[in-house]
């Protein structure tokens, strides 16, 4: 998810992808194709935010996750009225580039916090890594089990926002 909203972080790209996806749901000439397009994505997006209340829900107190809870709500209330009745704009790349980078926070986490849940409940092993700090924010921990897949995620995040920074520049060069 994280990949895919860095890399839509370019507005002409987004326009590019959103335009292609309507004019193919068009051309069939059946509406209901791009009503199903747009029914998945809402669903998909619905889903992933279910699954992200219920994983946090049990991580935190039942009223920090109201208070959250209302406090994003209002926040996106205000923002579709300014959107909607003001005519702001939203800035795509801004917007994508922060919530990229949000996504991909939340997958280091969400990795270490799960590994070290399992090696707490005895499913898998605990390999100590001494030189390993603690630190909660990453949900980094010292056991090799969760930090080798944490470093595997930045490593690969690292790696494709480099092999898409070389396309630009070999596109741009064209």
């Not at 002409?12 to 193919?24: H, L, P, T, V």
């Amino acid at each position: 998810m994280s990949y895919w909203l860095h890399s839509q972080s370019n507005i002409a790209d987004w326009n590019r992808y959103i335009r292609e996806k309507s004019q193919n749901a068009l051309s069939t000439g059946k509406l209901v194709s791009l009503g199903a397009l747009a029914f998945l994505a809402v669903f998909r997006e619905g889903t992933e935010t279910v699954l992200f209340y219920i994983g946090m829900a049990s991580q935190i107190k039942i009223q920090s996750l109201l208070i959250g809870f209302l406090i994003g709500a209002g926040l996106l209330g205000i923002l579709a009225y300014l959107m909607i009745f003001v005519g702001l704009k939203l800035p795509m790349r801004p917007f994508f580039m922060v919530s990229s980078i949000i996504v991909f926070y939340l997958c280091i986490k969400f990795t270490g916090m799960g590994i070290h849940s399992l090696q707490l409940a005895g499913l898998i092993p605990t390999t100590s890594a001494d030189k390993v700090p603690s630190i909660d924010f990453f949900a980094l921990y010292p056991s090799w089990e969760s930090v080798i897949p944490q470093l595997l995620l930045i490593i690969a995040a690292v790696t494709i926002v480099f092999i898409k920074n070389v396309n630009s520049k070999k596109i741009l060069n064209h």
